[in-house]
Structure formats: C-alpha cells, structure tokens
C-alpha cells in the first residue's frame, strides 16, 4: 500500500481511533526501552509476580476496548522503525489496559523452535482474550507470570471502620 493511500486511511478514521494509535506508538517506544534495562530492575512495573488476573468478570464494552487495543498495538508494531515484537507488544498492551483500568496478565514462556535452539515468547491475556502474541503461545512452557489486577485492592481506599462505610 503506497504511503498516500496508507495517510488517506489513517484520516479516515475517527479521532478517536488515531488516538489510540498514537498511544500505541508511544508505548511501544516505551516497551523498546524497557527491553534496555536489566530485567530485575523493570520487572515490578510488570505486575504482581506469579499471579493471573480472572479469565471472566468483562463486559462486553470492556472486551471491545480489549480487541481496539489489541488492534491498535498490532497496526503500530508494523510501521515502528525499532524492533516490536512479542515483549514489546505485550508492554506496550499492557500499559494501555493498566490506564483503562482494566486487569491483564503477561506471560513469559520458552521452548524450542524447529531447528532446536532454544526460543522465548511473550504474550498478554486479558480475560479469556488473548491481546498480544497469539501466535503460536500454546508451543511454549510457561515460566514466568506477571499479573496486573486493577480492583479496589490497588486502589488503597482507607476507611476507619465499617460503620462509617455502611451510613
């Protein structure tokens, strides 16, 4: 597709959607960064340490929000001058879904590709959706979980007692 046609499409869209794109863009960039630093240091930022997010619980707006982002993340990965693959799409995903509020877990695996060298993946699930790197997730061992829940337990409400809270 010639560059005009791509820049005509992209103008089609509503002002919306270009938005997301552009923060997809951007936390892919973020994603690319993160990948520099030693993973003990940025690891944290990833979530909660072996702990998965519920499979339901979604509306259906949230689900749609889901696969927008999804798309947007996947539709930016290919026009990026850096290398955006499964890590830092996944980031990038998640990021996104962590400022909407919405619950999602990253997963690390590794196994063998067909030449037996040794491989890894990174893929983000968001409830029974799987957001980023699909592709071929059920090839590898899992072996490392990162879980992002964004309910009332990370929002620190503090109340003195129950009481307060009921009247």
Known sequence: MSLYRKARRFMSYPVSMKLM?????????????????PFQKVSPSLGEPMKETPY???????LL?????????HTMSRVTWWESQ???KAV???????RRGIPSTLY????????????????????????????????YAVVGI???DMGAGDLNFKRSSDKEFLH
């Open 146 to 148: 990162f879980g992002k």
């Open 108 to 139: 690390l695996g590794s196994g063998r590709d067909d030449k037996g060298m040794m491989v890894a993946h990174a893929w983000l699930r968001c409830g029974s959706y799987i957001v980023t790197g699909r592709e071929g997730h059920e090839r």
């Open 21 to 37: 794109l552009a923060e997809a863009y951007v936390y892919l960039a973020w994603g690319r960064v993160f990948k520099l630093f």
């Open 86 to 88: 499964c890590l830092v």
């Open 65 to 73: 929000l889901v696969r927008q982002i999804s798309r947007a993340v």
């Open 92 to 98: 990038a995903a998640m990021k996104m879904l962590e």
């Open 56 to 62: 339901v619980g979604y509306t259906e707006q949230e």
